[in-house]
């Protein structure tokens, strides 16, 4: 069956422009249009190409998108799609970004991103919680000491030094690989030495974020923290919150958080720099390596990195919960987290729905006259 670029990009753009809540809501949106609705895809197919995506770096709800698309009309139905489904949610905060990173926002703007902002370092906490328990079952008894140190690991460089993050993911990767398959597992970390500064810097940085980092979602923060606030100093501690807190209350993949560190850095320029160089990697795994995904999910080599990776990755997400939360610094902020940690944690309410209410909270905080940084 062949399907018109006309239709991929209205139905890849409707995704796109109403996926909130990340890829759980990514991937049931276009399993309902792909399978269930216009019958394009079997549901092995499907999920095979979830599989598949979930052992790449980088956004996997993204490639998948990529894919299903690439799958309907080959490589041209793959970009279309996947420019629809990317454009939607890029453009809507590159205009968030403009407003709350402005020389001179207005008092409740400032208040809405401190009290998202501080709702961030409970919304780490869930994001890697919710993927502990498929994790942890996916490994053999044999194995789950190593699956808590490889936690620990991505959890303490994630706190400590977020800039390497992505380095001890690829070592535990590797670690594994030497368990399981013996021999030697040769990988370089060519990001061991980054740019001084400027467009080269935020390249390397959007480069990281999206062909270097397993786990995709949250475990590209402290990654992004460590350059974009202590490193390059593109942004303070507080709009670093905001930034992060946009990318979780807007449509489409987390990583478009990177379009907010870039348009930081270099405006709207830097932006669209960022976000094409994140995306850049998805689309090429997804267009040159699609016909091979099926070879790809059953290789037990790519499937033995990723149980030392993956565990890492979920330590990290939860790690950066830390830097996130020492980034606050008015008292109400921490009331802020401690009721979005109840909200998220206890009562298992929706990262966005916290998010705007924590948002809310702050626009009320301002215009009472509390302490606000900018």
Known sequence: MRVSLTTIVREWGRIGSIGFGGPPTH??????????????LTEQDFEDAIAACNLLPGPASTQLAIYCAWRLRGRLGGLVGGAAFIVPGLALIIGLAAVFLGSAPPRWVLGAGAGAGAAVAAVAVRAGASLVPGSWARVASMGRLRWIAYAVAGGAAATLVGAWVVLVLLVCGAVELLIQRGGTAAFVPLFAAAPAGGVLALVWVAFKVGALSYGGGFVIVPLMQADAVAHYHWMTAAQFLNAVALGQVTPGPVVQTVAVVGYAARGIGGALLAALVAFTPSFAFVLVGGDRFDRIRRDVRARAFLDGAGPAAIGAI???AVPLARALHENWQFGVLAAAA?????????????????????????????????
């Open 342 to 374: 109840v909200v998220l944690l206890l009562l298992r309410r929706s990262i966005v729905l916290t998010l705007l209410l924590a948002g809310a909270a702050g626009v009320i905080a301002a215009l009472a006259g509390a302490p606000l940084r900018h």
């Open 318 to 320: 939860v790690g950066a």
């Open 27 to 40: 991937i049931v949106l276009l399993r309902d249009l792909c399978v269930r609705r216009r019958g394009w």
